[in-house]
């Protein structure tokens, strides 16, 4: 059981980046799917989740309006769509999955969309 994000390196403020989280062994459509991040000096933190109870689509307030998720079933890979890019972002981002969550619209609970399978990540630099 593996989960691999790709597709990070370096990009200038304002620009875009998509990046991929490949899961093997499990069925990810199964599970809700999320994105991490972890800034330098930070903690990590779950920035944006499918769910598999809704279908919905559930984001924090510094990458909404930016930030879109995605999942491909036949390739049973997800997606990161990242646009407008600050340097703020730059962080090394992962992806996750839970079978059981329980976010929603008023109490997101976007760290607890990686509980059951999370992968390495991949680095995402945003330069001026």
């Known amino acids: 059981v593996q989960l691999q994000a790709s597709g990070g390196g370096l990009v200038q403020t304002g620009g875009s980046v998509r990046l991929s989280c490949v899961a093997s062994?499990?069925?990810?459509?199964?599970?809700?799917v999320g994105w991490f991040r972890q800034a330098p000096g930070k903690e990590r933190e779950g920035i944006i989740c499918?769910?598999?109870?809704?279908?919905?689509?559930y984001s924090a307030d510094s990458v909404k309006g930016r930030f879109t998720i995605s999942k491909d079933s036949a390739k049973n890979t997800a997606y990161l769509e990242m646009n407008n890019l600050q340097l703020d972002d730059t962080a090394v981002y992962s992806c996750?999955?839970?079978?059981?969550?329980?976010?929603?619209?008023?109490?997101?609970?976007?760290?607890?969309?990686?509980?059951?399978?999370w992968g390495k990540g991949t680095l995402v630099t945003v330069s001026s």
């Open positions: 996750g999955a839970s079978l059981y969550y329980s976010g929603n619209s008023f109490y997101p609970k976007l760290n607890e969309c990686g509980m059951d399978y």
């Open positions: 062994g499990f069925k990810l459509d199964d599970y809700a």
């Open positions: 499918l769910s598999n109870e809704d279908g919905l689509t």
